[in-house]
């Protein structure tokens, strides 16, 4: 078994072809070339703690893929100085069942998130775009951000979060790292970040929208990661109406997201206002946008198809670049 360490997952998964790779995932999950059950949530109570069990097989045209993610959440571990939340995926030999990976979690669930944004913004975004906002500057927020610059040639990105610190640590971390430009400025509102945004990317855990909808530039690609929760809101209702709305899976998202729930709720849309699972458009089985004024949405609540496939890419890299550690089970 090979066992890789958050670094090396990240040396292991290129940006770009994790963004391939995403893809692939979604071709399959629309296509019913995946089997991925619902997700298993053991409660530990004397922790007021959850972990959760995420397995998909994948059968693709060059191949078959099996893997399972393991994320535990304990919010305990704050007074304990420990991270809250721990992840790893298995990753399985789809013939024979022999475990050949255990790859850490938490680095790879953030690439293959800023992944399946980058292939939905190569499918939706208007190709002359230039200017991004990403909302948020944490660990999701950077891979959004990579991958945005992946695959459109951005010039000037906006950063807007509520803490300060953490908005200059991301600048400069991350301005000219490649492809990502030296032009990473300081919101001062959410109206700043979006008025000249081509492309906008929110990786927050807001319960209420965090830009108003009048705000936004005709023909904007947005792209959605949290709202993991019916209370949960990144996106305002109105713009959700009016938007081209894109999905990874309607089941989850329909499950989980607010940015989705809510307009329903409020009688905006129905569940067929959802124009398709990016899948579906990767498969040229449903359209891109329609004309360069247009709005279009992605909503990720992420599936684990992606993992399973983003695992089994870390594995392949990982051997060719002699990552990690080998150990006899």
Not at 115 to 128: F, M, S
Request: hydrophobic fraction near 45%; include cysteine; glycine fraction near 6%.
């Amino acid at each position: 078994m090979l066992i890789l360490n958050a670094n090396e997952v990240r040396q292991a998964m290129p940006m770009d072809q994790t963004i391939a790779v995403m893809k692939d995932a979604f071709a399959a999950l629309s296509d019913g070339r995946a089997v991925v059950p619902l997700r298993t949530r053991l409660l530990i109570e004397p922790h007021q703690a959850v972990s959760l069990f995420m397995p998909a097989y994948v059968q693709e045209h060059s191949g078959q893929s099996l893997a399972v993610k393991i994320v535990s959440i304990f919010p305990e571990n704050a007074s304990l100085s420990l991270p809250i939340i721990h992840a790893a995926v298995l990753v399985l030999d789809s013939g024979t069942g022999r475990i050949l990976a255990l790859l850490e979690g938490g680095t790879l669930t953030a690439i293959r998130t800023g992944a399946g944004c980058g292939a939905a913004t190569d499918l939706l975004a208007r190709p002359n775009s230039r200017v991004a906002a990403i909302f948020g500057a944490g660990v999701q927020a950077r891979t959004q951000l990579e991958a945005i610059c992946t695959v459109r040639p951005i010039e000037t990105v906006w950063i807007y979060s509520p803490s300060a610190p953490q908005v200059k640590g991301f600048i400069s971390e991350m301005a000219g790292k490649d492809p990502i430009p030296k032009r990473l400025l300081v919101a001062s509102s959410p109206q700043d970040a979006v008025t000249d945004a081509d492309i906008i990317s929110t990786a927050t855990t807001s319960s209420t929208p965090v830009f108003d909808d009048v705000d936004l530039k005709p023909g904007v690609h947005i792209n959605a990661v949290g709202s993991y929760t019916p209370d949960m809101q990144e996106i305002p209702s109105e713009t959700i109406q009016r938007a081209l709305v894109t999905v990874d899976s309607k089941d989850s998202v329909l499950a989980e997201s607010g940015d989705l729930i809510q307009p329903i709720q409020e009688g905006l849309i129905t569940a067929d206002h959802i124009h398709a699972e990016i899948g579906e458009i990767v498969l040229n089985r449903k359209p891109s946008r329609q004309d360069d004024d247009q709005i279009t949405y992605f909503k990720s609540v992420g599936v684990a198809v992606q993992d399973t496939l983003a695992g089994h890419l870390a594995l392949e890299n990982a051997l060719k670049l002699s990552l990690g550690r080998h150990v006899d089970l």
